[in-house]
């Protein structure tokens, strides 16, 4: 079975540089948090190849389809599987994923968040297979996000031994 690398690689997806933050913005918190085991994904946009937050911006249901919005999520993806690779070295050290929560900056009346947040669903159980890669999930819409955000995505792993 390939490595989670192998697996982009084959995909024909490559991971941006991992996020680096603005000097004018100050964030109390990591978005990757090991303990132990454990691994704590902080709520996250998606970046650019360089790793400059790039959105996506907007609200899902006017600014984006419900299309444009699950390669977004899938783009989010990307941006947090190099923030982890960062932090943990190598994605094979992945031993499951435990649960995801999405949240889509929605129009009113807008109800397809699940269907957004399955790009980010199906890019991990594309990269990871699914044992690995198989997870709990919520998606909600929710009336803004911070920095304009479209969407915003967390969730929890364990590490291998």
Do not use: C
Not at 49 to 77: C, K, L, N
Not at 90 to 118: C, D, K, T
């Amino acid at each position: 079975m390939p490595t989670p690398e192998e697996k982009l690689a084959e995909l024909g997806l490559s991971l941006p540089a991992p996020v680096a933050l603005p000097p004018n913005l100050h964030l109390p918190f990591a978005f990757i948090n090991v303990r132990g085991n454990r691994v704590l994904i902080s709520g996250s946009p998606k970046a650019n190849t360089e790793g400059a937050i790039d959105g996506p911006f907007g609200v899902v249901g006017s600014d984006w389809t419900t299309e444009q919005a699950y390669d977004e999520a899938r783009d989010v993806g990307l941006t947090i599987l190099s923030n982890l690779k960062a932090e943990i070295g190598e994605l094979s050290r992945v031993a499951g994923w435990v649960r995801v929560f999405g949240m889509v900056n929605s129009a009113p009346g807008y109800a397809e968040q699940h269907l957004v947040i399955n790009g980010f669903s199906d890019l991990i159980i594309e990269v990871f297979g699914p044992e690995v890669g198989r997870h709990a999930r919520s998606a909600i819409g929710v009336a803004g996000l911070p920095m304009n955000f479209a969407m915003e995505i967390e969730g929890e792993l364990i590490l291998a031994d």
